[in-house]
């Protein structure tokens, strides 16, 4: 491993629906016509992209990645705003005060489903799509789902109650996840977001928009997650597949290496295409 090319952390104040946002952000930005854009999933943080910089095959790419409001460090006035597409027009939003016309993007479950909404919107502008188990279907709802399945009229309730479920459930990152969600989501957030997770996922117009992106797109998902139904069929339609060993819904966590040497193969053989 070579010297890694730093990132560094910055703000950005933004204004959406009339509500107040302060975004927390690292990016690496030196030039590059490559970017990749990434959004983390519920209950995840920009971090969990930062050791990008220490792979050397990245060191062509520039990348941005930041706190959905709400989330990390990130903040927003309004929770009771929130939800996916108020997520899309964050991302839209951060996309123009950089002037970005051309990136690639890749989003991890809530980020995920954000980023295919995005890429729907801006296919012209999407160059890849690296989908890591982000809701394209129903069954996908396994945790946003949680808030319709044991409902709490207190959200602090229901956040405890939703991290006691999950931190047993069976998945490889599941107790490291939970250990840590406190720290990085306002309870006050989960259950426009979820609900938002669920309405989208049962409208059943996801898969028809991640099959139907112009871009070359990628879905990632771990081993314990092989049982999803649609995986032979998106393959058919020209999706490439990653499964990552040793890994359930968290690649980041439980096999990062794995993780970025699919994302390094599938960017090189798209950038080599186009």
């Not at 959406?16 to 990434?38: A, H, M, P, W, Y």
């Not at 990008?52 to 790419?61: A, G, K, M, Q």
């Not at 229901?158 to 990085?184: C, G, H, M, Q, W």
């Amino acid at each position: 491993m070579s010297k890694a090319i730093p990132f560094e952390y910055k703000t950005l104040n933004l204004c959406i629906e009339d509500t107040e946002i302060n975004l927390s952000i690292i990016q690496r930005l030196t030039g590059k016509d490559k970017v990749i854009l990434f959004l983390h999933g519920f209950g995840s943080t920009k971090e969990d992209y930062a050791n990008l910089v220490y792979y050397d095959v990245f060191n062509e790419y520039d990348f941005i990645a930041y706190d959905a409001p709400s989330f990390g460090t990130s903040t927003c006035s309004d929770h009771e705003k929130l939800s996916i597409p108020f997520l899309v027009e964050t991302a839209k939003a951060l996309l123009n005060s950089y002037n970005l016309d051309k990136f690639h993007i890749s989003g991890h479950s809530m980020g995920g489903l954000t980023a295919l909404l995005l890429a729907d919107e801006l296919s012209d502008k999407v160059l890849s799509f690296i989908n890591i188990e982000g809701n394209i279907s129903p069954e996908d709802c396994f945790l946003s789902r949680q808030i319709i399945s044991f409902p709490e009229k207190d959200p602090r309730n229901f956040f405890d109650k939703f991290i006691e479920r999950v931190k047993v459930s069976y998945d490889p990152a599941a107790a490291l996840y939970a250990a840590n969600i406190k720290t990085k989501v306002s309870p006050s957030a989960i259950k426009p977001v979820f609900s938002s997770m669920v309405e989208l996922s049962d409208s059943e117009t996801l898969m028809t928009k991640f099959l139907n992106l112009p871009c070359p797109k990628m879905f990632m998902y771990g081993i314990t997650n092989c049982h999803l139904s649609y995986l032979e069929n998106i393959q058919k339609k020209g999706v490439k597949l990653s499964e990552i060993d040793f890994c359930g819904h968290f690649p980041m966590y439980s096999n990062p290496v794995q993780m970025w040497n699919d994302i390094s193969t599938f960017l090189s053989e798209t950038v080599s295409k186009n």
